[in-house]
């Protein structure tokens, strides 16, 4: 689990809900009809922008990326792909035939290389799959930015909704508290929904993009160089790149015998 992402959320809900119990109790702020014209006109608003698969298909990979730490290090995938390449080196690409790997793109790099695909054929499923990947990424971001651009608009429609509902009624008193609920807590929730929740998880999936761009980078950088039989310690060195300086020591694959 992507802890930070879970303790940022919680961390941020419970400070607004503190903010509120200070001086007031919390069903001061619980307002129904409010609370629906910001999800229900958010929602709406959302379905128009995109299509229903993709709404879903976002939610799922916020779930799966954004609250979990699955990725794989830069350094741990480098140190993998080298003693593939010695492994190669010794035995020939059907050495790699019994391997199995957690990354789903090494993985299926390993299977496109051992069924004897040529370099180019290989270089061209793995692009493919990469590009597939980060337009998934690209479409789940843009629907919680859409997300993060229409609830405070929604909320601002109720608070005029409300507003209007209270200079109508002005003749009575009692009707000018619901009406002025609705006015100030619509913005509340719009702005509660895009700052707390729909923006940040747009950060974190952009963020979540180009770490798995990069480690796909740089898998599709060693599988090439493995299948052109690069020696596996100059290969490491060229892909040490891809770590910091800090992170170098110890990438090299032991020396051949």
């Known amino acids: 689990m992507d802890i930070l992402t879970l303790v940022g959320l919680v961390a941020g809900v419970l400070i607004v809900i503190l903010a509120m119990l200070t001086n007031a109790s919390f069903l001061t702020f619980l307002n129904l009809p409010g609370l629906a014209i910001v999800l229900g006109g958010t929602f709406a608003v959302t379905l128009i922008k995109f299509r229903m698969a993709s ?10 990326a954004a609250f979990t730490d699955r990725m794989a290090r830069p350094a741990e995938l480098i140190r993998e792909v080298g003693s593939l390449a010695v492994v190669v080196r010794k035995e020939g690409i059907l050495g790699l035939e019994n391997h199995q790997t957690g990354n789903e793109f090494l993985q299926k790099a390993i299977n496109l290389c051992v069924d004897g695909h040529s370099p180019e054929l290989v270089e061209e499923a793995l692009a493919q ?17 859409g997300i993060g651009e229409s609830a405070p608009a929604i909320g601002m429609l109720g608070t005029l909704v409300g507003l209007v509902q209270m200079l109508n009624t002005l003749d009575d008193p ?22 707390l929740i729909a923006l940040p998880l747009a950060d974190k999936l ?37 770590v910091t300086p800090e992170q170098r020591t110890g990438l090299a694959p032991e020396r051949e015998a």
Do not use: C, H
């Open 55 to 64: 709404v879903m298909s976002a939610f799922r990979l916020a779930m799966s």
């Open 174 to 195: 009692s009707s000018i508290g619901p009406a002025m609920a609705i006015a100030l807590l619509t913005t509340l929730y719009g702005a509660f929904i895009a700052q």
């Open 206 to 242: 952009q963020l979540k993009a180009e770490d798995e761009a990069r480690n796909q980078l740089l898998i599709l950088t060693s599988i090439k160089n493995i299948m052109r039989g690069e020696n596996p310690r100059v290969m490491t060195e060229l892909l040490s790149s891809f």
């Open 129 to 145: 799959e990469a590009q597939q990947t980060a337009e998934r990424y690209e479409v789940a971001e843009r629907v919680f930015r």
